[in-house]
């Protein structure tokens, strides 16, 4: 198959892209691929809202930029905050538009809601399934475009570069280009090659490797995998955001149902075990202080008490805004016994959302030619060392914006290769059995969760990197004798990201933002970036 403009992935961050070149260049084709149903992303599950600078009366481009800033740590590209936080404000714009709704006051005024780490409320928010309604936007206005395919259930096995023509390529390899991928279709059960003129990477994030996580099965890191065996630059993988409060449910492990922050911005307030109001003791923000901050002292407080979670209060707010604002939360809970009005909520840290990932520069260009990335997967510069709340979805659409604008310069320049050879399958066995795959997965996000979790240290980082040498030759091993499926090529790419993230929070020697290594004390100085 041929495509003029190729898109991996069908979260905000895809859709929105294919969305604008689809629309700008009517006589172009546009293929989006996506591993299982269009839906089913990290953009649906998404909760709290999208931050924009709205009520220009009370809030200011600066005042967001500076709470970026702050979040980030000191890692943070102030050029790409400035650049997200002012033109996210038109990417919303654009957004409603579609179709996309928010809610509103009686007067007509967008809700704004507050989440930690923002000075000011201005959190757009669809009651506590923006995502969800963002998803829906985009999916319907993406029907409306005639030369849009959108292909499910199509596993992205590898980008196709020089090295598939037979060269050999390294990081030093100048101009490393990219030709298009070979997928595994799951419709045909066959090993295809699609060569495209543009590809942009929007694969998401991979909380997945850890055991507990908010995100949902497909957020396994296929799409910065795929990039470092390609030799392109990878950074800051260090940086893994723990959500404070993932609602606990005993014996529920991988996908966590996330209790969002606006609800401790609307006044929930964290108990330990003995019912104290435990935030005022490690921040004056309390409740709202930033997620690191908040995730390492419910950590704590778990560890002092012995603990397996916290609890977070609701019971004096607001039923019925409670009701209004987060009827999702409200059902799920109650589903489960919970009744938020009389009951505490129990929760605890959960694996949410990676800060780094594909380098990209000011337009998503890679390091790879003709490869953009946006999205969770990709590493702009905004984040720093700590993601500041509801900032990445204004990310994704102002990067697939910008992706959107270089491509334009390029597509015309650009011609297909017509020289890409058919996967080489050649040597390979159907599988006997799954438990070796099965295993190795459960050991990967046991080591993953224990010893580089929120709070890690040298030790713990050597361990996990012994344990991932023995994880990765075994999985090698296998990827040569056995017939490749989603399941062999996720656990292959979930070691690539362990892997990734343990040598990144190596050579960080200090602790910063997300990454606290209690061997090393935070120092204030050290502001590098770690790239791979
Ligand atoms: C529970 C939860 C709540 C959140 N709340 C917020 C919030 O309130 N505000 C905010 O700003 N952010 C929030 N986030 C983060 C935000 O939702 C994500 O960062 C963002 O949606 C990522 O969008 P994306 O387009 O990059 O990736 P995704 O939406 O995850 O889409 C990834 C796509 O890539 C495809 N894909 C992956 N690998 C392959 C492969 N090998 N082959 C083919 N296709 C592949 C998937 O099928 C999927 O279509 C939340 C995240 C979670 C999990």
Redesign the pocket.
């Known amino acids: 198959m041929q495509t003029d403009f190729l898109v991996?992935?069908?979260?905000?961050?895809?859709l929105t892209y294919a969305l604008k070149v689809a629309e700008a260049c009517p006589g172009k084709k546009v293929t989006i691929?996506?591993?299982?149903q269009?839906d089913?992303?990290?953009?649906?599950?998404?909760?709290?809202?999208?931050?924009g600078v709205m009520d220009l009366d009370h809030d200011s481009f600066s005042k967001h930029i500076e709470d970026t800033l702050i979040s980030g740590d000191g890692l943070c590209n102030r050029r790409i905050v400035e650049i997200v936080v002012k033109e996210g404000v038109q990417r919303i714009e654009e957004l409603i538009s579609w179709g996309a709704e928010f809610d509103k006051e009686p007067e007509g005024d967008f809700k704004l809601g507050k989440e930690g780490g923002h000075s000011e409320n201005r959190i757009l928010h669809h009651k506590d399934i923006?995502?969800k309604e963002m998803e829906r936007t985009l999916l319907e206005a993406i029907k409306k475009c005639s030369n849009i395919q959108l292909i499910n259930h199509?596993?992205?096995l590898d980008i196709i570069t020089q090295h598939h023509l037979g060269y050999l390529v390294t990081k030093s390899t100048p101009d490393i280009e990219c030709y298009g991928v070979y997928?595994l279709n799951l419709n045909s059960k066959k090993i295809e090659k699609i060569v495209a003129k543009i590809s942009l990477l929007?694969?998401?994030?991979n909380?997945q490797v850890y055991r507990s996580t908010?995100?949902?099965a497909?957020?396994?890191g296929?799409?910065v995998a795929m990039v470092y065996r390609a030799k392109g630059r990878i950074e800051n993988m260090e940086f893994i955001q723990f959500h404070p409060t993932a609602l606990y449910e005993a014996g529920i492990r991988g996908h966590s149902f996330?209790i969002?922050e606006a609800v401790r911005g609307d006044g929930g307030i964290l108990r330990n075990p003995k019912g104290e109001a435990f935030m005022e003791r490690y921040d004056v923000r309390k409740d709202l202080a930033p997620r690191d901050i908040v995730a390492r002292a419910i950590d704590s407080e778990m560890k002092i008490n012995g603990t397996e979670f916290v609890y977070l209060d609701c019971r004096h707010m607001d039923h019925e805004k409670f009701l209004e604002h987060f009827p999702n939360i409200y059902a799920k809970c109650l589903s489960i016994g919970i009744d938020v009005s009389k009951d505490m909520i129990p929760v605890s840290p959960a694996a949410?959302?990676s800060c780094g990932g594909v380098k990209t520069d000011e337009w998503g260009h890679t390091s790879i030619k003709n490869l953009f990335a946006?999205?969770?997967?990709a590493s702009t510069g905004l984040h720093g060392a700590n993601r500041l709340?509801?900032?990445?979805?204004?990310e994704?659409m102002v990067f697939s914006h910008r992706s959107y604008l270089a491509a334009m310069q390029d597509i015309e320049s650009i011609f297909f290769n017509d020289h890409i050879p058919d996967w080489n399958a050649a040597g390979t066995t159907a599988p006997n059995e799954m438990i070796l795959i099965t295993q190795s997965l459960k050991e990967l996000k046991l080591l993953m969760s224990d010893y580089v979790g929120i709070v890690r240290n040298n030790e713990r980082l050597q361990r996990a990197n012994r344990r991932l040498d023995l994880l990765h030759e075994e999985t090698e091993s296998l990827y040569q004798r056995i017939e490749v499926s989603p399941q062999l090529?996720e656990l292959r790419n979930m070691i690539t990201v362990a892997y990734l993230i343990v040598k990144s929070a190596e050579l960080r020697k200090e602790s910063r933002g997300l990454h606290f290594n209690t061997d090393y004390p935070y120092q204030g100085e050290i502001l590098q970036n770690t790239i791979l």
């Open positions: 991996i992935g069908s979260g905000i961050a895809g691929l996506t591993k299982t269009s089913e992303t990290n953009t649906k599950y998404a909760q709290g809202g999208i931050a923006t995502g199509c596993f992205v997928v929007a694969a998401g994030g909380g908010t995100n949902p497909i957020a396994t296929d799409g996330l969002t949410h959302y946006s999205g969770e997967c709340a509801s900032n990445s979805l204004l994704a090529c």
